[in-house]
């Protein structure tokens, strides 16, 4: 489905993306792991239309996306849920959902209808629909920003650090729900620094450091590699990974 070959972004003249290549097939969990500053968002940017690459090639469904902008993506199928969540804080629960339907604006039953399913996905979201989005806890936001997603009906979720500044109750709750989506057949792209968490659940992952990928494979295969265990695992991991 998404095909990224030979990246190169830059910001100025920092090179932050240097020959990055992945690729992520139909109904596919694949995690991409790596430290702060490796270039994790750059590439979710640079996917996603935010950030134009210098060179290498995008493709979704067999076609180039590289060089467009992201509202142009957006409609083709790519849903993005950012870092840092960044929902419309000052706006209700409810509505925040239906302006993730907003391409699908002329289509007024099939928004009341994908909005009643995310309702009904999330009870927590339902009883709090009528509330300010800024006033939800880190974990209903990050529910908000999935189902906010969902609502485009995309192809391809991509989830940039969805784990990002929640309690460990909550993150778990958060992987669950994106275990779930991966059982019912999405395809989505997931960007971690909680890399045990990730590649639990993933098909495939990659690793990046320094704007590069270092390492590539199963998920089960990159959980009992060394380099992984040592840098993003932590001491006794092999451990806690073969308990």
């Known amino acids: 489905m998404l095909t990224v070959k030979s990246?190169?972004?830059?910001?100025?003249?920092?090179?932050?993306?240097?020959?990055?290549?992945?690729?992520?097939?139909?109904?596919?969990?694949?995690?991409?792991?790596?430290?702060n500053g490796a270039g994790k968002s750059t590439l979710v940017n640079t996917i996603c239309g935010l950030i134009q690459p210098r060179k290498g090639v995008i493709e979704f469904q067999g076609k180039p996306i590289q060089s467009l902008p992201p509202e142009s993506i957006v409609p083709k199928g790519i849903a993005l849920v950012p870092e840092g969540r960044q929902i419309f804080a000052t706006l209700t629960v409810e509505a925040n959902l239906q302006m993730g339907g907003y391409i699908h604006r002329h289509k007024r039953e099939q928004i009341q209808e994908d909005l009643h399913r995310m309702l009904e996905r999330f009870p927590i979201l339902n009883e709090r629909?009528?509330?300010?989005?800024?006033?939800?806890?880190?974990?209903?936001?990050?529910?908000?920003?999935?189902?906010?997603?969902l609502m485009s009906r995309p192809q391809l979720l991509v989830l940039d650090e969805p784990s990002m500044g929640l309690a460990p109750l909550i993150t778990k709750e958060i992987f669950k729900i994106i275990q779930e989506l991966r059982e019912e057949g999405r395809t989505i792209l997931l960007?971690?620094?909680?890399?045990?968490?990730?590649?639990?659940?993933?098909?495939?992952?990659?690793?990046?450091?320094?704007?590069?990928?270092?390492?590539?494979?199963?998920?089960?295969?990159?959980?009992?590699?060394?380099?992984?265990?040592r840098a993003y695992l932590?001491?006794?991991a092999k451990q806690i990974v073969d308990a």
Request: proline share 0%.
């Open 129 to 149: 629909r009528q509330q300010l989005a800024g006033t939800l806890s880190g974990g209903e936001q990050q529910m908000l920003a999935i189902s906010r997603a």
């Open 7 to 35: 990246i190169h972004t830059y910001y100025g003249n920092i090179h932050a993306l240097k020959g990055v290549s992945l690729h992520v097939g139909n109904g596919e969990l694949v995690t991409l792991i790596g430290a």
């Open 234 to 236: 932590g001491k006794g």
């Open 191 to 229: 960007i971690e620094q909680n890399a045990r968490a990730a590649l639990n659940i993933a098909d495939r992952g990659y690793v990046l450091e320094t704007g590069k990928v270092v390492l590539q494979g199963e998920g089960t295969m990159l959980l009992q590699h060394q380099e992984v265990q």
